[in-house]
């Protein structure tokens, strides 16, 4: 053999470990030690614990605990990121094989009948013997391989790779949005029946008022103004009934399209109203810096920005020459097919190929000017993403906290003025106030008892969004590189 043959697979050996572009670093955005709420955080007196990874079970409600279960096995979008998963799984399968050899088998058997009006048919008819009639055979086994010298394939690889695993980290973040939006849903329908419980109470108010004005207005101990004004507050609380049941009908329709079902599916059990769930505990939140590693839709950002960086060297490796080994064994015969893998129909080719965009590279300047101009995006974008991860906590934990110090003060007001309104009724019967002060009372009533019911609603929504925003509900797992890894 001789050196320079030697040195040409030494040659590709030593390239072999060297891939031309940027390597992947992965970036650490600047973010606090700790979240500002998270000392009010602690703070609170709530009395269930809930942890990150299933955090539904924490507010102590079964329905809502398994309506969420429902929704992670049949929500029509987690099955509609389970399947970009599985593409971005045969990217990585492509990928994969570009950097192997390919073979190929090819046979074929032709039969021909020769034309002797043509230039060739009339010299082969002029031969003694000759026959119209030919057949051929030839089966050929082949194999190629591009040489990947400086490494394009291997970013293309590493791109695929980093899809995936942004592809598999989106799967989880809609996962993750499923439960909280479920549970979301849930509470805000439970909060709409608590709405509409005080407000059919105090139609019920109203009209047991009305009628005793009725009777004092038919003994002429009534005015007809007093008598108009309990007619108009009990048409303004029945006026607030509708849209509350509208509210109340949407959120069941929304749950149950959650639930991968067709709207009134679980209307009848949902009917029967139930308490507004509690926010439970938050235990360990972490650092803002976990949440790079906790949520998913982070992780998808920074796979994503990954994967741009390995194409800014697959568009580099356009600046080199690409090497590709071809070779070809078979058997080829014109005589008969018994003669077709004989010693004398034995063939062989072998082919080493060259291409190179030697006058292309303006155009390579402006593929990997835009790599690098897409790479520089994503990384703002993961960028952004973090300190928006971090807001979402911040504001999660601030509306926690004061929504539920909102329910607490609207509760005792709520009781001082259920106990005013009896007084003034009392009083208005002993003749010492007038019906507009009773009404009026009536009504900061209702206003105060709907708040406190938003208010409960909305420090439960608020909780929700902080499992969401610290990640909870999914637990990462490391991508198995042996499944993925060419062999």
Not at 28 to 42: K, N, T
Not at 139 to 150: K, Q, R
Not at 462 to 471: N, T, W
Request: glycine share 8%; net charge neutral; hydrophobic share 50%.
């Amino acid at each position: 053999m001789s050196q320079r043959t030697l040195a040409l697979p030494l040659l590709f050996s030593l390239l072999a470990g060297c891939a031309v572009g940027p390597d992947y670093v992965r970036p650490a955005p600047s973010l606090p030690d700790r979240f500002i709420g998270e000392a009010s955080l602690g703070q609170r007196s709530a009395t269930a614990n809930a942890e990150l990874a299933a955090w539904w079970n924490g507010f102590g409600d079964a329905q809502l605990g398994r309506y969420v279960e429902q929704a992670l096995k049949q929500n029509l979008d987690l099955a509609q990121a389970s399947a970009r998963v599985a593409q971005a799984r045969a990217g990585l399968g492509v990928a994969n094989a570009a950097l192997l050899p390919s073979g190929n088998l090819g046979a074929q058997a032709a039969r021909a009948y020769q034309s002797v009006e043509t230039p060739l048919g009339q010299v082969l008819n002029a031969q003694p013997g000759f026959d119209r009639y030919g057949s051929a055979y030839e089966a050929n086994l082949g194999a190629s391989w591009e040489l990947d010298i400086f490494g394009g394939l291997r970013r293309g690889r590493e791109a695929a790779l980093a899809d995936y695993q942004a592809s598999e980290a989106g799967a989880a973040a809609t996962r993750l949005a499923v439960a909280a939006q479920t549970a979301d849903i849930y509470i805000t329908l439970r909060g709409l029946q608590a709405r509409l419980d005080v407000a059919r109470r105090q139609v019920a108010t109203q009209q047991d008022l009305l009628s005793k004005i009725n009777l004092l207005y038919g003994k002429g101990l009534a005015a007809e103004l007093q008598l108009r004004q309990a007619e108009g507050a009990l048409a303004q609380v029945r006026a607030s009934v509708p849209v509350l049941e509208a509210g109340e009908s949407a959120a069941m329709n929304a749950l149950d399209v959650m639930l991968g079902t067709a709207p009134g599916a679980h209307r009848a059990e949902l009917a029967a109203a139930g308490v507004i769930p509690v926010a439970p505990r938050i235990g360990a939140t972490g650092s803002p810096g976990d949440l790079l590693r906790r949520r998913p839709d982070l992780i998808a950002a920074e796979r994503r920005l990954a994967a741009s960086n390995a194409r800014i060297g697959v568009a580099v490796a356009e600046y080199y020459p690409k090497l590709s080994l071809a070779g070809t064994i078979g058997s080829a015969t014109s005589v008969a097919s018994s003669n077709l893998f004989t010693g004398g129909a034995s063939q062989a080719a072998a082919l080493l190929g060259l291409r190179w965009r030697l006058f292309d590279f303006a155009r390579i300047d402006a593929q990997i000017a835009l790599a690098k101009g897409q790479d520089a995006e994503l990384l703002a974008a993961y960028r952004l993403a973090a300190l928006r991860a971090t807001e979402d906590v911040e504001n999660a934990f601030s509306a926690l906290v004061k929504r539920e110090e909102q329910a607490a003060l609207l509760a005792q007001g709520e009781a001082s003025l259920d106990r005013a309104r009896g007084a003034s009724f009392a009083a208005y019967q002993r003749g010492v106030v007038s019906l507009i002060e009773v009404l009026q009372a009536d009504e900061s009533l209702l206003r105060v008892a709907d708040a406190r019911a938003q208010a409960q609603t909305e420090s439960a929504r608020a909780a929700v969004s902080a499992f969401k925003a610290l990640g909870g509900g999914w637990q990462a797992e490391p991508v198995r590189a042996a499944a993925i890894r060419p062999h």
